[in-house]
């Protein structure tokens, strides 16, 4: 059945996605807000929300949500990136109108307990004391900031434990009163709904503020950096390379795709085969792309003994060089394009899928295209696309990321 899009007379924007054949139903708000749009003081701030909306409102404790939701055999979460956060709820599909209670009630009257904020802002700098305490996370975290050096979108979403013990309950309020608009606003819904029935319950629930003005974003302008050590007392050394990619706009976003999964997006890519399946210099060897307004990346991300780091960085370089100065061969492209399009619609098949596919595409590219127009495109990839795009992304500032039992002027002699 079709996907209905509508804004709303609140001035949200309502995607739907009906699925008559199920008996359950997923909803999400999701904000155009994240990390990249917060000031250096206030890093954090929007992963500070995601936490604290659910621990209570005006009318509900944390508590009573949590019931509420369990009693039904319901599922609620929410996440921040760093152009967007999402909350959801997956229920049954007679839960409906109880979902919609619970995140109408926690988006237009959250409560801000104080007792609640300093709970979870404990909670938060346990959370990042676990995610440094995590190399193969942190190693990311090390190149996106190479990558993007003094820009927020190199931030951690997490923030940082300065920011976060500093952070004032009227900080957390200032900055949700200020973006948390419904014009800066997608709810999608999926599963066995009726899109007239949603758009009225959205309606009669609806107690926010008036509209407001989507965030000021800046392009990041300075040039990535070659290399960033980060020294950890590890038994493995974790390595990350790569390059900006394309905006998330971009004609060449497919294409970028295919070349992706090629390089590095499956167990038949030319990474996995050599440094894993050929060598066994690593179990964990992977690529992937993320997609910002006005930018992105491309990323290869391997584990491996420390003695064995200048080795599969070089293997690494060397597949990249190759595939610059070759491209991919056409057994290749048929390969990663009829996984890509497979894997899409292997993972259409429940509601919270759906729903999260057409709140992301609503909110950040400002429509929703169906799983056949989005399989269209990717089938569409040709050779020249692919060599378009290698040459775009492949030729650009390399940028090399480490967290292991290095010095950087040590591991720089290593590699040289």
């Known amino acids: 059945m079709a996907i209905r899009t ?33 000031e250096q003081l206030l890093a954090g701030a929007s992963h500070f929300l995601e936490h604290l909306l659910f621990k209570g409102t005006d009318t509900r404790s944390a508590q009573q949500i949590a019931e509420a939701v369990d009693a039904v055999g319901g599922e609620m979460n929410a996440f921040t990136t760093k152009e967007y956060t999402a909350f959801y709820l997956r229920l049954l599909d007679d839960s409906l109108d109880l979902g919609l209670d619970i995140l109408s009630d926690i988006m237009w009257a959250p409560a801000f307990r104080p007792d609640d904020l300093e709970a979870e802002r404990q909670v938060i700098l346990e959370e990042i004391l676990m995610h440094e305490d995590e190399p193969a996370d942190l ?101 990350v390379v ?55 990346a491309l990323a290869i991300y391997a584990g491996t003994a420390p003695g064995r780091a200048h080795q599969v960085l070089d293997l690494i370089e060397h597949e990249i060089d190759r595939m610059a100065r070759e491209g991919i061969t056409d057994r290749e492209l048929e ?31 400002g429509e929703v295209h169906t799983l056949d127009q989005v399989v269209a495109s990717i089938e569409a990839v040709t050779q020249d696309d692919a060599a378009r795009v290698i040459d775009r992304v492949l030729g650009g500032e390399r940028v090399v990321a480490v967290v292991g039992p290095f010095d950087e002027p040590d591991f720089a002699r290593q590699v040289a």
């Open 242 to 296: 790569g390059t900006r990619g394309v905006p998330r706009d971009d004609a060449d976003r497919y294409a970028l795709s295919v070349v992706n999964q090629s390089l590095g997006g499956g167990m038949s890519s030319r990474l996995f085969q050599e440094i894993r399946e050929k060598r066994g210099l690593a179990y964990s060897v992977y690529s992937y792309r993320a997609s910002y307004l006005e930018t992105g």
């Open 6 to 38: 509508e804004v709303l007379d609140s001035g949200l924007t309502l995607v739907t996605e009906p699925m008559p054949d199920v008996r359950s139903v997923a909803i999400g708000f999701w904000v155009g807000i994240g990390s990249r749009d917060e």
């Open 335 to 365: 390969v990663a394009k009829g996984h890509l399009a497979g894997s899409l619609a292997l993972g259409m098949e429940d509601s919270a899928a759906r729903m999260s596919r057409i709140g992301r595409a609503q909110l950040i590219h």
């Open 139 to 239: 190693v990311h975290d090390v190149f996106t900031e190479a990558l993007f050096p003094g820009h927020p979108l190199g931030r951690e979403i997490l923030g940082e434990a300065a920011t976060i013990e500093a952070m004032t309950r009227d900080d957390v309020r200032g900055y949700f009163a200020r973006w948390y608009r419904p014009t800066n606003m997608v709810v999608a819904v999926a599963g066995n709904i009726d899109h007239a029935a949603v758009a009225a319950g959205l309606d009669a629930r609806y107690r926010g503020p008036e509209p407001g003005p989507a965030p000021d974003r800046t392009s990041p302008l300075a040039a990535p950096l070659a290399q960033a050590v980060f020294r950890r007392p590890t038994e493995q050394a974790h390595l």
